[in-house]
């Protein structure tokens, strides 16, 4: 039987909360172990684009292509990047939100019509803050949901409701669905109320899926203005120390869901 590729979504419908960071930085780290891996766009700011060096030309096929014209393929978007092994398709930053027709398989069908998913071990989902097709797209073609989130107050809720999509996206159109993990971003466990939302959610959620979180470091930020990976603008760094750490944390989770050989 062909191998076919793990497909995670990072979401969290709050803005700003790491997702492309971790999504650019976790492709990054899976493709140096010599995975072979592909990073999708779904958001319309286009960073990952930003943070892995690549520049679509005008006009180029883009994942937005596919809610834009019938015919159009993903394969078409598909655009090597400097690093051995990492693929991405980018956003088209002139999609207008909403113009999705309402088709919440289009990507679905996408990455398992054109044979993608034989041609990857890894497809990791960047999605937008918004709750549109874009989103549902993005949570129907994955198997595995990862959430960033800061640890403040408000998270502990938005997570909630973020749950509670899942849930319905699993229940009544994707049951392979599963979350697989949440990832505290700009943590510092000297602060009460960091420990007490992670604490929290780890409650909520089972300690197995809190993984231990990225520091705050301004070299993450840094490393997208470089166009590259933090792994490889800085090595070392506390933020590419974090992610080797998340990239690990991630294949053993993945491991321990895995269904038993036989099943
Ligand atoms: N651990 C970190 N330490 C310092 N800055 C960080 C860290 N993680 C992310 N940032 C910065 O926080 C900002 C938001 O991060 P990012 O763009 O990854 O979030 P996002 O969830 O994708 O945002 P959006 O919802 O707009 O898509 C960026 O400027 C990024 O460089
Ligand atoms: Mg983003």
Known sequence: MKSTAEIIVVTNRKGGTGKTTTSVNIAAEFAAQGQRVLLIDMDTQGHCAVGLDVTPAKDAPT???????AGALLADAVYPTAWPNLSLV????????????????????????????????????????????????????????????????????????????????????????????????????????????????????????????????????????????????????RGAEDYALVALEISERLASLAPLAGD
């Open 90 to 237: 980018p956003a088209n930053p002139l999609f207008e939100h909403g113009s999705g027709r309402g088709d919440s398989t289009r990507l679905t069908r996408a990455l398992h019509d054109e044979g993608l998913k034989e041609q990857y071990d890894l497809i990791v989902i960047d999605s937008p803050p918004s709750f549109d097709d874009l989103l549902m797209n993005s949570l129907c073609a994955a198997r595995k949901v990862l959430v960033p989130f800061v640890p403040h107050h408000l998270s502990g809720e938005g997570i909630r409701n973020l749950a509670r999509i899942l849930f319905r996206v699993a229940s009544d159109s994707n049951p392979d669905l599963k979350l697989l993990a949440l990832l505290p971003i700009m943590l510092d466990r000297r602060i009460g109320q960091h420990r007490s939302v992670t604490d929290g959610v780890a409650r909520q959620f089972g300690n197995g899926r809190l993984l231990s979180g990225v520091r705050t470091d301004i070299k993450l930020a840094e490393s997208f203005a470089h166009r590259q990976p933090v792994r490889s603008y800085m090595p070392g760094c």
């Open 63 to 69: 994942v937005h292509s596919l809610f834009l014209s």
